[in-house]
């Protein structure tokens, strides 16, 4: 990593593993025979990398916070200031995606509704998810995330005198306990009968997934208060973390863990266990640095554009290849899955260039 560079590379590795996953696993979609052993491998690619997002988010997001919050005398003015950050850096380039997709839903003769719903981020707040613009289901868990949690803190830190990083962790920690009470609820209250199911009524709903922000919440907090430590033993929280991935990528088969004979640990468990299983690896990532080189200069760059990766690369770029250009046999398929991926990658790095980053700095004008 340069010496001069505010960036970690250890977290650039892991942002890029996470979009190449998501955009990996999309272009599942091209292909029109698939193996299902292959399906569910790539599927799971895109599912793992947007879990990878949420505690590398809640991490950087965190460590934000605590500075916020322990280091100065505590106001809305601190929310209000962290909430600007955030959404200059996020929501023009959402929200100009989002009209596109709709325009292209038009175009296409889709059908669609309530579209209104996606400009507040209510379309998946606690209902399952609707097909029109899919991806966006993230990004609502990730700004709910954080218009709850600083809020949150502005209370606790008001009415509770005590020690500021104790409050912090208190905090959060209570609201984690909250969320992982409501998928508990979830399972009380639902019969997720297979995964397609649990994938659109819970894995994809707010109320459900905000645990996962604050599972790297945590970790940021433990980062600060004990930054040695944690950075001391990397190897070994990645070894734990490696073991719990392999447990859930090879051990649910082998233990015949099913949904629907082991509903509990699909509702309340496999989700919190991933994130965990994740969050692990970033007491080893922030110590690992590199020499400049066209390699980590590739994985920077890709890091830099990987929001605008995920919101283009979906429903907008791989819809309109699906419609522009139509595969008749497999080589067909492999190349207009080649086509995507460099189209994708080729407009996301433009499009940060010319409108995300001079939109996200607009931020400090204000």
Known sequence: MNSNS???????????????MVLVAHTLWIFSNTNQNISLLFNLLGFWGVEIFFVLSGFL???????????EEISFNTVRHFLKRRW???????YIILILNIALAFFLEQNFKNTWEYFFFLQNFAKTLPAFFPESWS?????????????SLLFAMKFFKINKQKTFIITVIILWLMFF????????YNNVLNLSQWNVSLKAVVIYRI?????????????????????????LFASIGVAILIFLLVGVGYFKLLIENYPFFWNVLYLPLTSLGFVLFIPFLVNFNSNTNWFTNSITTISKISYSIYLLHYSIILQLVKYFFISKNIKEEIINAIIYLIITLF????????????????????
């Open 88 to 94: 200059f850096r996020t929501l023009p380039n959402y």
């Open 211 to 235: 645990d996962a922000i604050l599972t790297g919440v945590i970790m940021a907090w433990l980062y600060v208060s004990c930054k040695k430590w944690l950075i001391k033993n990397g190897y």
């Open 181 to 188: 009470l409501l998928k508990v609820r979830f399972n009380f």
């Open 347 to 366: 407009i996301s790095y433009y499009w940060y260039k010319h409108i995300e980053k001079p939109l996200t700095e607009l931020r400090d004008k204000f």
């Open 139 to 151: 990004l609502s868990v990730e700004e709910w995330a954080y218009i709850l949690l600083p809020l």
């Open 61 to 71: 997001i965190g460590k934000i916070l605590i500075n916020l919050f322990c280091a």
């Open 6 to 20: 505010k960036r970690i590379f250890g977290l650039d590795i892991m942002r890029t593993t996470a979009i190449l």
